[in-house]
């Protein structure tokens, strides 16, 4: 397995990552959908925040089947959004406030309707797509699609059948299946260097790197992703020479394989890695929301009943650390656009400040996605918008609602009857806004500062620095580069820990709600939680 030795930016080590949903974030013209121009007015939300790197789903032109993950133009934006230049408008904004601006980078697919697709799906002798000919009037093979043209045959999608999937080529070859290309044919070879060309030509407008949608799929059949691992390595090495301060992000799921081969950092995710998911399915997945076919655990960690264990998470991380430490960084998101909130079901507001403790305390790169900072409940039973609903129990579009900055008009989001994603704020219900929380200094929103700020000011708090876990049941127990001990209880029943090292002599309480420690005793109250200084 490749792997690096060479340092990261110098900024991505104190990053505080804030993903945004582009058209659910902020609608500045009011036709219902968020645009460029909306976040760089709520840009000043950000920085008062304090998350200081932001992520953009994929905001290149598309004919959204996918809410943009299905790319026509790569070099172009999506109209919906605004031009080129309110994207650049946006990234010097930002840059003006210490937020860096990076971009989601579809690797592995493309639109149906992108002229790539258009020329292949007419030319047998184009190899950009896995393309399968047929053989005596055979059947396609299994997952492959007629194809749309005059080329006869089919070709392989990744997701939806309106992605075909690029063909960077088979790790084994087959003389029975000869769509099976070698990692170095000429189509494979061609899109290892488009993708070097459009990461260039974003960078060179000023934004801080990408996120890499599915960046373990793209070599076929790759069992042990030697092949996959190589490709990236190759980008990295690339990236180093031609682009030095610009940031790798994957979504692979396996931080172990996937920064090795040459990734900054890689997330914790809901699926992928050995354990398919569940590291971080063991903190947040109360059953309710997005929930996988295969997921049987009954009990999260972060569950009011306190039926689960952190360790799960911890065993995971503390293996995955191990690999990463010396190259790169390990991601912890709150959630994202194909996984539940943290307010999702029976999980109430008071269960979440226990929830941010634990995150933006943790040795990881915290990722907080749009409006989880105020408690935005993941709404069940929406409609399909733009294929977000992948079967019952996988609803995505309830994770992907407007942003709630206030109630009035539903912050400019369009509630008109044909697109039921967009829903109303009913003043008298739970749903928090922005405006509310702001105004009141006791709110999940400025606890969510608070602790960003004290993480930012606190190096032994940050991604680098050991933490020792002394306790993985309730309270979760562990200190921070020896100077800080955090305690966090996730459950309704108050809980206590006994210290036994007599070099943890905890101090003055620096952030917290319902922990007390003396005599060597934590006695942490349902919910409750503590920052001590040592």
Same mark, same amino acid.
């Not at 968020?34 to 304090?50: K, N, P, S, V, Y």
């Not at 709150?334 to 999702?344: E, G, Q, V």
């Given at each position: ?170 790790? *084994? ?15 494979? *070879? ?45 980008? *990295? ?217 004290? *993480? ?79």
């Amino acid at each position: 397995m490749p792997t690096f030795s060479r340092p990261t930016p110098s900024w991505l080590a104190d990053a505080v990552l804030y993903q945004i949903y582009p058209q659910s974030f902020a609608d500045s013209d009011g036709d219902g959908i968020g645009d460029f121009a909306g976040i760089t007015e709520r840009l000043d939300h950000l920085q008062w925040l304090g998350v200081n790197t932001v992520w953009l789903n994929p905001c290149f032109a598309s004919p959204f089947r996918d809410a943009g993950y299905d790319v026509s133009d790569y070099l172009s934006v999506a109209p919906r959004y605004g031009t080129a230049d309110d994207l650049a408008a946006l990234v010097e904004a930002a840059k003006g406030r210490g937020i860096r601006v990076m971009l989601d980078l579809v690797a592995g697919h493309t639109s149906d309707q992108h002229a790539w697709f258009q020329a292949a799906a007419n030319d047998p002798d184009d190899g950009r797509y896995i393309w399968a000919e047929p053989v005596d009037d055979a059947p396609l093979p299994d997952r492959f699609v007629p194809s749309p043209g005059t080329r006869p045959g089919g070709y392989l999608p990744n997701f939806f059948d309106s992605q075909p999937a690029l063909n960077f080529g088979y790790a *084994r070859t087959d003389p029975d299946e000869p769509w099976r290309q070698s990692v170095d044919a000429e189509g494979p *070879r061609a899109n290892r260097a488009a993708l070097r060309e459009i990461m260039d030509h974003w960078l060179r407008l000023g934004l801080a790197g990408f996120r890499v949608d599915m960046a373990h799929s793209l070599v076929k059949d790759d069992h042990d992703l030697a092949e996959t691992s190589t490709l990236w390595t190759e980008l *990295r090495r690339w990236l180093d020479a031609t682009h030095p301060e610009a940031a790798l992000l994957a979504e692979w799921g396996d931080p172990s394989v996937s920064v090795p081969a040459g990734f900054h950092s890689d997330f914790f995710l809901q699926f992928g890695g050995p354990s398919d998911g569940l590291p971080l399915r063991s903190l947040w997945n109360n059953n309710h929301g997005t929930v996988a076919d295969h997921w049987t655990q009954r009990h999260c960690y972060f569950d009011a009943e306190g039926g689960g264990t952190a360790g799960t998470f911890v065993t995971a991380w503390e293996s995955l650390h191990a690999v990463t430490a010396d190259c790169g960084f390990i991601t912890l998101p709150t959630a994202n656009h194909d996984f539940s909130r943290l307010a999702c079901g029976p999980r109430t507001a008071e269960q979440l400040p226990a929830a941010f403790a634990f995150h933006l305390t943790w040795p990881t790169l915290p990722a907080i996605y749009y409006g989880d900072e105020i408690g935005m409940r993941y709404i069940p039973d929406l409609d399909d918008h733009e294929g977000s609903v992948l079967g019952p129990r996988y609803n995505r579009a309830g994770s992907r609602t407007p942003m709630q900055w206030d109630t009035s008009a539903n912050a400019g989001f369009s509630t008109a009857p044909h697109d039921r994603l967009y829903l109303p704020i009913d003043p008298s219900s739970d749903r928090p806004t922005v405006a509310e929380q702001r105004a009141d200094e006791g709110s999940l929103l400025h606890l969510v500062r608070r602790l960003i700020a004290l *993480r930012k000011s606190t190096p032994e708090l940050g991604s680098h620095t050991p933490v020792d876990v002394l306790h993985t049941g309730y309270p979760l127990v562990y200190t921070r580069g020896g100077r800080y001990l955090v305690v966090v209880n996730p459950r309704r029943d108050a809980a206590e820990f006994a210290l036994t090292s007599p070099s943890i002599a905890p101090g003055r309480r620096v952030e917290g709600d319902g922990v007390t420690v003396e005599g060597g005793r934590i006695d942490a109250n349902g919910f409750g939680w503590g920052i001590f200084a040592l």
